[in-house]
């Protein structure tokens, strides 16, 4: 199940091995900060305003830093199931994924395993500061919380009302942002938005390619990116999006965008940049991006961006900024 997490759902895989590169080659550097082995593929990575980060993957795989993602040290979670996404929100963290599982914990504490509400498997999860969250999964799953994670309870959505032919599509990310409103994406170029208790959805975006990753930035700008290089951007809380041309034919698997308009959207066998909120792309070429696949894209504690991927591996794209 080493690819559970990037193919984001079962069937996903050939599609994701396609795309063809059309984006100016340059960019920024790439930098291998550490390497695993074959089959402790990463799939997630998060850090903190403290500086704990937490990178989860395949066969319970944790690795955590305590220096802004500077440093990673393995400490793997005893199960065989894969944390396909994990969540920070001050000092509590959360990891989610095959089977339902869902374990949190504070700072540099034990974890817990909270009883799963589903066997389905979760993708992504979120929360914000207020400690209320959303983890979404396959087939439509939805669960939410209200007490950063340490219990949950299922969202009565259907999502066969809002998808063509009654089709059970999979939810493949979320955010959270920390007014409450929560956005989802996922297959169909679905962007689902709810601005009360996460039991309330309205469909803000459709299209024919499935997206994968969504990221909000605090002044309500947002993107989402999927399948055949799709990036949309949204500059109203996640209300409207307009689709962004990027120049490839790829498949993006993370997002990750800061106030200074520099964007990095990691994919299968392709990265793409941006430093001017999405106007134009470079290609990234540096390091392995475009012999293997990386994602789960975030910002690390020097102000550079790191992504995971393949055989454990954690890498670092541009050098540290000072914005």
């Known amino acids: 199940m080493g690819l559970a997490r990037l193919a984001r759902t079962t069937g996903m895989l050939v599609a994701l091995i396609a795309g063809t590169a059309a984006a100016a080659e340059s960019g920024p550097d790439v930098t291998t900060i550490t390497t695993g082995t074959a089959h402790r593929d990463l799939f ?21 830093s305590s220096d802004g993602g500077q440093t990673w040290e393995r400490q793997d979670y005893d199960t065989r199931r894969a944390f396909l996404d994990v969540t920070m929100s001050g000092e509590r963290q959360v990891a989610v994924g095959q089977d339902g599982v869902i374990i949190w914990r504070d700072g540099d504490g034990e974890w817990t395993e909270v009883e799963p509400l589903t066997e389905e498997r979760l993708l992504g999860v979120s929360i914000n500061r207020d400690g209320f969250g959303v983890a979404v999964g396959t087939f439509g799953t939805m669960i939410m919380t209200e007490d950063g994670g340490e219990s949950w309870a299922n969202v009565d959505f259907d999502i066969t009302q809002v998808t063509e032919g009654g089709y059970q599509a999979h939810i493949n990310d979320v955010t959270v942002t920390d007014d409450g409103t929560a956005l989802a994406v996922g297959e169909f170029g679905l962007v689902l938005r709810s601005t009360g208790d996460a039991r309330d959805w ?26 055949e290089g799709t990036v949309a951007r949204s500059t109203d809380g996640g209300e409207t999006w307009t689709d962004l041309s990027t120049g490839v034919d790829a498949n993006l698997l993370g997002v990750h965008a800061d106030d200074s308009g520099q964007i990095v959207a990691p994919g299968m066998r392709h990265m793409i940049y941006s430093n001017d909120d999405g106007e134009t792309w470079q290609q990234v ?9 990386y994602m789960g894209a975030t910002v690390a504690g020097d102000g550079s961006v790191l992504a995971v991927g393949h055989t454990g591996r954690i890498i670092r794209i541009g050098g540290a900024r000072t914005n």
Request: glycine share 20%; aromatic share 6%; charged share 20%.
């Open 202 to 227: 309205e469909v803000v975006r459709r299209g024919e390619s499935s997206l994968f990753s969504i990221q909000m930035r605090a002044d309500g700008t947002g993107y989402a990116v999927g399948q």
């Open 44 to 64: 997630a990575v998060a850090v903190g305003e403290g500086g704990m980060g937490v990178a989860v993957g395949d066969r319970g795989s944790l690795v955590v």
């Open 285 to 293: 070429t540096a390091g392995d991006v475009n012999e293997n696949w």
